[in-house]
């Protein structure tokens, strides 16, 4: 329980300072920005730690294995023809290493990350760069995540949304409906047809 708070307590502040830079239009490199919030959450907890800690920690993040869905769900994308990206607030190497290790980037057409535009998602130009390098058009496009944070900053940017609802997130009571919700990502490639 106590790592699942600290945990909690580190991103929620990993994402207000990176929140904080793109609303002031001033833009640090995430991992900076995750480095000096690991530091504040130590210090909110009263614990002690270490740059070698930090770096062990922040490293973890490049071999995070897949949730159980996520394989199953994105070949079954493949096969119906739906082309897909990684859009990540985090660095590129970091994204493709995790990518990488996971699996997922055999399904992906490319990995884009905030350093591209220097704004954190939810910002609207994040989504908007994304569909300008693919040629895409919002209203043709889906962005599927379990955050609704980054969800509503896609659909305020005319993207349609799907919400995978993870046990433990919450919903957001002013957030517009998103155009499909489902438990895992396995649910998604049934709502489009080959």
């Known amino acids: 329980m106590e790592h699942s708070f600290a945990f909690d ?32 959450t130590a210090e909110k907890l009263d614990r002690k730690i270490t740059q070698s800690e930090i770096k062990f920690l ?14 199953e769900g994105m070949a079954k994308l493949k096969e119906v023809d739906i082309p897909m990206v990684a859009l990540t607030n985090g660095s590129l190497d970091v994204a493709n290493a995790q990518m990488e290790f996971s699996g997922l980037i055999k399904f992906l057409e490319r990995v884009f990350s905030v350093e591209e535009v220097g704004y954190f998602k939810p910002h609207p130009s994040r989504y908007l760069y994304v569909l300008k ?18 969800l509503l900053g896609a659909k305020r940017a005319g993207l349609q949304t799907c919400l995978i609802k993870r046990e433990g997130v919450p919903d957001y009571p002013y957030s517009e409906p998103f155009d499909l919700e489902v438990h895992n990502l396995k649910e998604v490639p049934k709502n489009f047809k080959n």
């Not at 640090?28 to 480095?35: C, L, S, V, W």
């Not at 390098?133 to 980054?150: F, I, N, Q, R």
């Open 133 to 150: 390098e693919m040629g895409y058009s919002a209203k043709d496009t889906m962005l599927v995540a379990c955050h609704p944070w980054d």
């Open 58 to 71: 922040l490293s973890i993040i490049k071999t995070l294995p897949p949730h159980g869905d996520e394989i």
């Open 9 to 40: 307590t580190w991103f929620a502040l990993l994402l207000q300072y990176a929140w904080v830079e793109s609303l002031s239009e001033n833009y640090r490199p995430f991992g900076e920005i995750a480095d000096a919030t690991l530091k504040m």
